[in-house]
């Protein structure tokens, strides 16, 4: 198994990354918010869980171990495979996700695409106790919008290669939908909003 990759960032892509190392540009499929992390030409590390399937091998990166392990952890539900389990990381932290399972909080499943009211109370009850309890400070589900949201989407978005202009446009784009979560904006949904507003323009 391949544990974590190190090296230079050699290219972004809305969902991947591809860092060189030893002479070899290796494919990771990564969040938004760990995309959000590098930089084009800089040093990464990120570690790595490999999914073998009989017709591709695909590497799924995170930002850190942790994340790496809730991964793993969450695959373990019937029914739920990486790119489900990778969505839900997405749009929630592992503390957030730790939290909801702990509490039973359906709302927050279902804020992932692809789980219904009916999968969410399946999954609280397979992960009740496999995933853990809150290991961290991260805010509460519905807890007041936290500035920096936009500094972070935004160097996010000049990460993916996007001008300053484009970037900063996107970011008024989506400006509404962070004010209407009314709760801590997550940088992971509002990055894929922007890039969706970024491709119609074009």
């Given at each position: 198994?391949?544990?974590?990759v190190s090296g230079t960032v050699a290219a972004l892509a ?189």
């Open positions: 198994m391949i544990a974590f809305p969902d991947a990354a591809v860092v060189e190392v030893g002479g070899v540009g290796m494919s990771v499929q990564c969040t938004p918010d760990t995309l959000s992390t590098l930089r084009l030409g800089q040093p990464a590390k990120l570690h790595t869980s490999l999914v073998v399937r009989e017709d591709s091998l695909t590497l799924y990166g995170f930002a850190d171990d942790d994340a790496r392990q809730v991964f793993v952890l969450l695959q373990t539900a019937s029914g739920v495979g990486p790119r489900l389990a990778q969505a839900m990381l997405a749009v929630h932290s592992p503390d957030v996700l730790r939290r909801a399972v702990a509490t039973g909080d359906e709302k927050a499943l279902t804020a992932v695409p692809g789980i219904g009211k009916k999968g969410a109370q399946k999954l609280l009850l397979e992960l009740k106790d496999r995933l853990g309890a809150p290991v961290g400070t991260a805010p509460a589900i519905g807890a007041p919008v936290t500035q920096g949201w936009r500094d972070q989407l935004h160097a996010a978005l000049i990460g993916l290669g996007y001008a300053t202009r484009e970037a900063e446009e996107a970011v008024t784009a989506v400006a509404p939908q962070a004010e209407a979560a009314g709760g801590t904006p997550q940088v992971g949904p509002l990055l894929k909003a922007a890039l969706q507003t970024l491709n119609r323009a074009r």
